[in-house]
């Protein structure tokens, strides 16, 4: 079975542009949930989604918006993007909602 | 919502020897825990989880207990490798307020001296 799959790995982006990241889970899991990773606030969960809808979300501003798609494959979209916004995004998926998750590789974003 | 303290940020620890990776958590309502090793510039792995209704779980060098009274639980890693080298996340499912999601701790640097 295929793992957790994220493009593009890598990133580089200005400030005030947009961009959107990519996720699919493993087949047959229903739930992505979408990470945030820095060195100083270390991991933090942005938001959640199970079958296209979002369950949960995390505290982050509304520029961090996402979606799921009927084969469950995920979307992240950052808008106006600010330097602090640069980090390592990391989706994980699961069977059902609280079980366990399973991590993708990341993708790495730059913001200058 | 949740917060999750993680002690120690660094450990070092002679190969052979034991570690041990504590954390604590406030809110009663929690019942998952899982244990993530992240190996520099790779993805969070789980290594161990256990949920709420169990005191300890094993597997093979690796341990976790839980004093669900007290809200912590703790990560016991024994006889240390080279491979072990890596940073430990304890997390936290925390459920309800609108944010169902893994809280993780800040993480732990463990280094493993030959």
């Known amino acids: 079975k295929a793992g957790v799959t994220q493009t593009p790995r890598y990133l580089i982006k200005t400030r005030g542009q947009q961009v959107t990241l990519s996720c699919s889970p493993i087949?047959?899991?229903?739930?992505v949930s979408w990470y945030q990773q820095t060195p100083g606030q270390g991991l933090q969960f942005l938001f959640e989604?199970?079958?296209?809808?979002?369950?949960n979300k995390g505290n982050f501003p509304g520029r961090f918006s996402g979606r799921q798609f009927s084969n469950s494959r995920s979307e992240m979209n950052v808008s106006t993007l600010e330097l602090g916004d640069s980090a390592l995004y990391l989706c994980?998926?699961?069977?059902?909602?609280?079980?366990?998750?399973?991590f993708g590789a990341g993708t790495r974003l730059s913001v200058l | 919502g949740e917060n999750v303290e993680q002690h120690p940020s660094t450990l070092s620890v002679q190969e052979g020897d034991s570690a041990v990776i504590k954390c604590t958590y406030s809110?009663?309502?929690?019942?998952?825990f899982p244990w993530y090793k992240q190996e520099l510039g790779k993805r969070p792995q789980l290594i161990i989880d256990?949920?709420?209704?169990?005191g300890e779980k094993k597997d093979q060098r690796i341990a976790v207990t839980l004093n669900k009274t007290a809200k912590h639980f703790s990560l016991h890693i024994t006889e240390t490798q080279p491979e072990d080298s890596a940073v430990y996340f304890c997390?936290?499912?925390?459920?309800?307020?609108?944010?169902?999601?893994?809280?993780f701790g800040k993480g732990t640097h463990l280094i493993i001296q030959p």
């Open positions: 994980a998926s699961s069977a059902a909602a609280k079980n366990i998750q399973y």
């Open positions: 087949s047959g899991h229903r739930s």
């Open positions: 989604y199970f079958s296209e809808t979002q369950r």
């Open positions: 809110d009663s309502a929690s019942n998952y």
């Open positions: 256990i949920r709420s209704n169990v």
């Open positions: 997390a936290v499912l925390y459920s309800g307020g609108g944010a169902d999601g893994l809280t």
